[in-house]
């Protein structure tokens, strides 16, 4: 039986032993153009979502203040922009993810500071 995307997403919040939360594919999430170049380390955060964006930020190498530094995109399309994060996107708000060499790094923590508003 083949997994589904879920599932995958579902394991990895239990392996870190929290809670999934879904991140709809058909609203956005911010993200930096050099993410499309497969630079790493890569780096993601999640805000609270709101009824436009998931409350994901992903980026790779150094991160900016810069206002265009985040772009948005649809979720979906980050099949094409950043395939090893996707399997990362249910894990909860205020969650972190760092992945470096290629997927053989990966460390996921909780960043409470991620929920103040």
Same mark, same amino acid.
């Given at each position: 039986m083949n997994k589904t995307l879920e599932d995958i997403q579902k394991e990895i919040c239990s392996k870190y032993g929290l809670e999934f939360e879904r991140a709809d594919l058909h609203l956005k999430v911010g993200v930096s153009l050099n993410v499309k170049n497969n630079s790493q380390?890569?780096?993601a955060l999640r805000h609270p979502k709101n009824e436009e964006t998931t409350g994901w930020y992903i980026w790779s190498g150094e991160y900016s203040e810069a206002d265009d530094f985040f772009q948005p995109l649809h979720t979906v399309h980050l099949e094409e922009w950043c395939p090893l994060i996707i399997p990362y996107l249910g894990?909860?708000? @205020?969650?972190? %993810?760092?992945?470096?060499?290629? @997927?053989?790094? %990966?460390?996921?923590?909780?960043?409470?500071?991620?929920?103040?508003t």
């Open positions: 380390p890569i780096h894990l909860p708000q @205020g969650s972190r %993810v760092l992945i470096a060499e290629n @997927g053989n790094y %990966v460390d996921v923590w909780t960043d409470p500071g991620l929920l103040e």
